[in-house]
């Protein structure tokens, strides 16, 4: 089973600043890597997949990079409404595997 | 619109069983795969299933394999997990969530559920 492991797993940044969140796979993954946001008593929503592909409807502040076992994503200028807890997951191999989560909290 | 709806959750006590339901709308159920996905209460996602658009090929995490079975019912529009020999460790909210391309596998997942929890106590 692919490990994923996301870093921090808090990060206390100030709304207009960026955040970057990092995810690590325990092998190659390729460009198959999704990151989903999750707000409080919600579903995940899909960011990005392919690594870098935004989902329908999301804004460009948000960006994923990388490939083969490093990814990250970049929210460029944190809103209000992107406080939330980032998951990264793998979709290359079966079992998919998600990250342990980087809570992004307001400074 | 695209939407997932589950139902079937509740509590139940170990050892027993629940059967999960997903009502899929707004777009061709049976093009698509479908995955389980839980969360159990302040911790992070799990996968649990997947089934194919067509349901001829299915997979599963080693932690519910043997006691889950994931199904479809594309004339019903509706996907299923039956869940057997409940643990209290199966304690989660469970989603249902589709892959974002036409008979697609191993892929994200671009629309999830609103989920229905799953409470294992005695």
């Known amino acids: 089973e692919i490990v994923m492991t996301q870093s921090p797993a808090t990060l206390s940044v100030s709304p207009g600043e960026r955040a970057t969140l990092s995810c690590r796979a325990s092998?190659?993954?390729?460009?198959?890597l999704a990151w989903y946001q999750q707000k409080p008593g919600q579903a995940p929503r899909l960011l990005i997949y392919?690594?870098?592909t935004r989902a329908t409807g999301i804004p460009a502040r948000f960006s994923g990079s990388g490939s083969g076992t490093e990814f990250t994503l970049t929210i460029s200028s944190l809103q209000s409404e992107d406080f939330a807890v980032y998951y990264c997951?793998?979709?290359?191999?079966?079992?998919?595997?998600f990250g342990q989560g980087t809570k992004l909290e307001i400074k | 619109q695209v939407q997932l709806v589950e139902s079937g959750g509740g509590v139940v006590q170990p050892g027993g069983s629940l059967r999960l339901s997903c009502a899929a709308s707004?777009?061709?159920?049976?093009?698509?795969?479908m995955h389980w996905v839980r969360q159990a209460p302040g911790k992070g996602l799990e996968w649990v299933a997947f089934?194919?658009?067509?349901?001829?090929?299915?997979y599963y995490a080693d932690s519910v394999k043997g006691r889950f079975t994931i199904s479809r019912d594309n004339s019903k529009n509706t996907l299923y997990l039956q869940m057997n020999s409940l643990r209290a460790e199966d304690t989660a909210v469970y989603y249902c969530?589709?892959?974002?391309?036409?008979?697609?596998?191993?892929?994200?997942?671009?629309?999830w559920g609103q989920g229905t929890m799953v409470t294992v106590s005695s």
């Open positions: 092998q190659s993954v390729s460009s198959n």
């Open positions: 392919g690594a870098s």
């Open positions: 997951q793998q979709y290359n191999n079966w079992p998919q595997t």
């Open positions: 089934i194919r658009y067509d349901g001829s090929n299915k």
């Open positions: 969530a589709k892959v974002p391309g036409v008979y697609g596998d191993n892929d994200a997942f671009d629309i």
């Open positions: 707004g777009f061709t159920f049976s093009s698509y795969g």
